[in-house]
């Protein structure tokens, strides 16, 4: 099943990356490495602070000297947001965004993009809890589950150069499951967050 999905995405990308014809820096085909820094907060903690790297390839239609719709495949994606005790890791399995350019002037101009795909979410708590006596109640939780990604960005571009915000939503479902007492019997469950990360991204698109 996969490889009915990857093989054509990859023979439109090869026929797209052959049909433009453009000396535009900003509207031309292009491979781009983007580092961010930002923060990222779940139910479990609250502005982690980390870094994290994206690599893509975009690829634009039409024959628009202004503006280009495309597509933009995303290879990889990964980052760590760490707190006083904490830290979260997050990747990004390989995906298929939806991607805009605008020209201004021949150096100058402005991506507005959107990401959707699959991502999994790491939580390590290292903290200790305690009650109000002082007595020890219980070691930080750890979470580990996926859920749908939404990656909205919008960047201002200098030439192969981009600087702009990068934003993740995502609700994520823990895979293993938990156990509670309900107050008659031990049920099972699952637990899930919200994950939102935002981000100040900086990188280039050759």
């Known amino acids: 099943m996969k490889k009915l999905i990857i093989l054509p995405l990859l023979l439109l990308c090869t026929t797209l990356s052959y049909a433009q014809n453009t000396d535009s820096k900003i509207l031309k085909n292009g491979f781009g490495v983007e580092s961010f820094i930002g923060f990222a907060s779940s139910d479990y903690s609250d502005n982690n602070f980390g870094l994290g790297l994206k690599i893509a390839n975009t690829w634009y239609f039409g024959n628009n000297e202004v503006w ?10 990964f980052a760590t947001y760490f707190g006083d005790n904490d830290l979260y890791f997050h990747i990004a399995l390989p995906h298929i965004g939806f991607a805009n350019a605008f020209e201004f002037s ?3 101009g402005m991506e507005v993009n959107l990401n959707v795909g699959y991502n999994l979410v790491g939580y390590n708590d290292n903290r ?11 070691d930080g939780e750890d979470f580990f589950g996926g859920g749908i990604l939404f990656n909205p960005e919008i960047k201002f571009r200098y030439n192969v150069l981009a600087v702009g915000l990068d934003v993740v939503f995502s609700k994520v479902n823990e895979y293993s499951s938990e ?4 107050g008659s019997y031990y049920e099972t469950y699952r637990r899930d967050t919200p994950f939102t990360a935002i981000n100040l991204s900086i990188g280039a698109k050759f």
Request: no cysteine; net charge neutral; hydrophobic share 30%.
């Open 68 to 77: 280009k719709p495309g597509l933009k495949a995303n290879w990889f994606r």
């Open 106 to 108: 021949n150096d100058i």
């Open 128 to 138: 200790e809890y305690y009650d109000s006596s002082g007595m020890f109640i219980h």
């Open 179 to 182: 156990e509670r007492y309900n």
